[in-house]
């Protein structure tokens, strides 16, 4: 009986070890557990992924790496749920173009797999927190990688400065390719493929990159101005430069990474019109 006792502790003490061994903490300080390993390459820092995500404030620090989909009492943690909306997030594997402090979390994931991924207030949106995270608030991730592919890196066109036209408003363009079929027309959806640019060539966009071209509604007032202006110029498969003075961008108030006061160059292609 002795014997049987001793065997059994040491079992539990092993599995015990087992289940830390399990919990990978990275040089950032963030913390991940593999539910699924997924096959295939590994995704690094440049790769451009498509994910599926659900995110949580962190108000206890208890069971953090079981299943809190089913966990009724930790719903009302949820914040984000891209299954809800039943598009992929996709977007270059780099610091600060997913959940801030995610980077190496997700670095090493392959296709199909899942991780659980939890990120310390010191590495995600710290004392200021951001949106729906309160100040000083860990947050837990769960990540399906979808897929994984290689970058993508838009470069502003090569253009002729000499060909920028000027419309009434004020918009500067250049029609590259004028496509074909008709122009678009207030109500019209609009698919595009777009890279966005400061007048000193620094990108601060790209839907290219992404691989994830965005749609509108042509004249609902969903993008600014100098973009319903601009679309309507081309037709399906057009191409353009459209350098948007501060009026027809964001004017004085500060967008993102987007400065008050800005003008802004956007490569677009017209890629559909419906």
């Known amino acids: 009986m002795k014997l049987f006792i001793i065997s059994l502790l040491t ?26 390993t997924g096959e295939g390459r590994s995704a690094k820092e440049g790769d451009l992924v498509a994910i599926h995500f659900k995110g949580w404030l962190v108000k206890d620090s208890t069971d953090l790496f079981s299943d809190w989909i089913n966990d009724s009492t930790k719903y009302s943690y949820l ?31 392959q296709t199909g797999g899942k991780r659980i991924i939890v990120i310390p207030s010191s590495i995600a949106y710290g004392e200021q927190g951001a949106g729906p995270i309160p100040p000083n608030t860990d947050l ?12 993508v890196v838009a470069e502003m066109w090569d253009l002729n ?41 620094k990108k601060f966009d790209s839907s290219v990159e992404r691989d994830e071209p965005f ?19 081309l037709k399906k498969g ?28 956007f490569d677009v292609e017209l890629v559909d019109v419906k």
């Open 215 to 233: 749609s509108f509604v042509v004249g609902n007032k969903s993008v600014i101005a100098g973009w319903d202006e601009g679309i309507k110029l």
């Open 161 to 201: 400065d000499s060909k920028i036209q000027v419309s009434e408003t004020g918009l500067n363009y250049i029609i590259v390719e004028e496509g074909e079929g008709n122009h678009p027309t207030d109500g019209n959806v609009v698919t595009v493929h777009y890279s966005g640019f400061f007048e000193d060539g």
């Open 11 to 36: 079992a539990l003490i092993l599995i015990s070890c087992s289940d830390k061994q399990d919990i990978v903490t990275t040089s950032s300080g963030a913390r991940y557990v593999d539910v699924v």
């Open 238 to 265: 057009g191409k353009a430069r459209l350098i948007i003075p501060p009026d027809l961008g964001y004017g004085n108030v500060a967008k993102g990474m987007i400065p008050p006061n800005s003008t802004l160059i």
């Open 79 to 109: 914040i984000a749920d891209s299954y809800i909306q039943g598009k992929e997030v996709r977007f270059p594997l780099s610091e600060g173009t997913f959940v801030k402090g995610s980077l190496e979390g997700i670095k090493g994931m």
């Open 140 to 151: 837990r991730i769960i990540v399906e990688m979808i897929k994984i592919s290689d970058a």
